[in-house]
Structures are given as structure tokens and as C-alpha cells.
């Protein structure tokens, strides 16, 4: 993970809360895969602060896929239902069970590397998610975290492949041109980071990670005025100008390219 700067609005937004970031970078992370990204273990005996639906919901899908793991339906729902909880580790755990009998289940072995990039085994992710498509079908959200999981192993120009073959199958998606942008500045090209996601902040469905990371990149070339200028879309003004704050000290690093991590868009 990166060094933690901008806040920017979470899915509670509307009651007054604000999420941080644990990313220097504001990434979208897995696009279209709805990721969460802490890593967490746990029983279903912990899921105690979701609704009693929900939690009625995950004891089921535990049962049925303790009396048959092979399911693969039944394991890709259950661990959607741990991540939901943030149960990262073992909403894996559940997906290599499946996998291991079905290795041949494009969907489950997508649905399992993605759930690696998420617990931070990119290497692993990396060598599942390649039989999770084929070249003849590819699959944009695979490609998508594929390129995550290069990026955070500081392989920029691959993941930025990864990225661009995405693109071309899911034009002008905000979440995937958000991602390149990031892997452009980690590359320290931040006039083609800062072009790409102008795009991506362009976008009708980009939300205000994208303009965050866009922010994040204007900063870093010391257009302050121009990056408070966006916060304030998101956030108050005085969040926004703590966070340019934030900003300056970061660019005022005598390397501060060098102080960019070799790569981390999470999940």
C-alpha cells in the first residue's frame, strides 16, 4: 500500500462519514469486480454487526459448501457473502477449495485470482488469473486484475499492457483508465498520468476516486491551486486544503519520485 493522503467519499458518505485511503494513490482497485480490499479472518460466528438477513444468508451458503465444496456456484456466492464482511483470507480460502475441483471453471478460477489480488498473493494471482480466460474470449475484468497485480509487484509496463488490452474490449471505462493513469505516475510519466485521467475523470460513470487520483497527480506537479480546485467536488474545504497540504510536503521531497512505491493499485 501507499502512504495515505486523500479522503475522499465513502459509500456512507451521506451520513456524514469519510473513508481514508490507505493508498497514496486512490485506485479503484479489481474494475467491476465490487472488491473490498482489508484483509480479515474470521468465522461466521463473527459476522455480527451485518443485518440478520444477511447473516442468515452466509450461514446457509457456509452449509451448503461444507457438504459439497466442489460447488462452484455455491462457493463463488459464499465468498462474495465473507467479503462482503471483509472476511478477505478466507473468502479466498473457500474459492481454493473450489477451484482445486474445478480447474477447469474459467469464472470460478476469475473469481479466485481476483479474490488473491484482494489478499495480497499477487504472484499467486498472477498465475491463476492467466487460465482464467482465454485469448479468444478475453475477459476485461480479468485483464484488469491482472494489470492490479503487476502493478503492485512494481511491473508497470505489463500491467499497463494488461490495461490497455482491457480498454480495447471496454472503451473509455473510467476504472481501467483511472488504474493506467496510476500506473503512468508510478512510472513517473506524470503528463501522460495526468492525460489519461483527465479522460478518466471525463467519464460519465468516473465517482470521486477518480478525480482523487487526478488530484493526487496534479499535486505531484505542483499545480496545488488546481488539485484543491477538484478536491473541493468531494469534500469540504477545509478536507481539501489539508490534503494539498499533505500534498506540498510530498512534493517538496527532494526524490519524490523515488518515493513512490514500485507499484500498488489494490483491490
Known amino acids: 500500500m501507499m502512504t495515505a493522503l486523500i479522503r475522499v467519499p465513502g459509500p456512507a458518505a451521506s451520513a456524514g462519514r469519510r473513508v481514508t485511503l490507505l493508498a497514496m494513490f486512490v485506485a479503484l482497485g479489481l474494475a467491476g469486480c465490487n472488491t473490498r480490499s482489508p484483509e480479515t479472518t474470521g468465522s461466521i460466528g463473527e459476522l455480527g454487526g451485518r443485518p440478520p438477513a444477511a447473516r442468515q444468508e452466509t450461514a446457509s451458503l457456509a452449509e451448503r459448501f461444507n457438504a459439497n465444496p466442489g460447488d462452484a456456484r455455491v462457493a463463488i456466492a459464499y465468498a462474495r457473502a465473507l467479503r462482503a464482511n471483509d472476511q478477505i483470507s478466507q473468502a479466498s480460502a473457500v474459492l481454493q477449495q473450489a477451484a482445486l475441483r474445478n480447474p477447469r471453471d474459467t469464472a470460478l478460477l476469475g473469481a479466485y485470482g481476483k479474490s488473491l489480488v484482494e489478499a495480497g498473493r ?146
Open 122 to 267: 499477487f504472484r499467486e494471482a498472477i498465475d491463476v488469473l492467466a487460465n482464467a480466460h482465454s485469448p479468444a474470449a478475453p475477459d476485461w475484468r480479468i485483464l484488469s486484475a491482472q494489470g492490479s497485480a503487476s502493478a503492485q509487484l512494481g511491473e508497470q509496463t505489463r500491467a499497463q499492457s494488461f490495461y490497455e488490452a482491457a480498454l480495447k474490449i471496454r472503451p473509455n471505462e473510467p476504472s481501467l483508465l483511472s488504474n493506467l493513469g496510476l500506473s503512468y505516475a508510478l512510472s513517473r510519466n506524470l503528463d501522460q498520468a495526468e492525460q489519461t485521467l483527465r479522460l478518466a475523470a471525463d467519464q460519465p460513470g468516473a465517482d470521486a476516486r477518480v478525480r482523487a487520483n487526478l488530484a493526487m497527480v496534479l499535486g505531484l506537479k505542483g499545480r496545488f491551486a488546481d488539485a484543491e480546485a477538484l478536491l473541493r467536488r468531494d469534500m469540504s474545504p477545509e478536507e481539501a486544503a489539508a490534503n494539498v497540504a499533505s500534498l506540498r510536503k510530498l512534493a517538496a521531497q527532494p526524490n519524490r519520485s523515488k518515493a513512490l512505491p514500485g507499484g500498488s493499485i489494490p483491490g
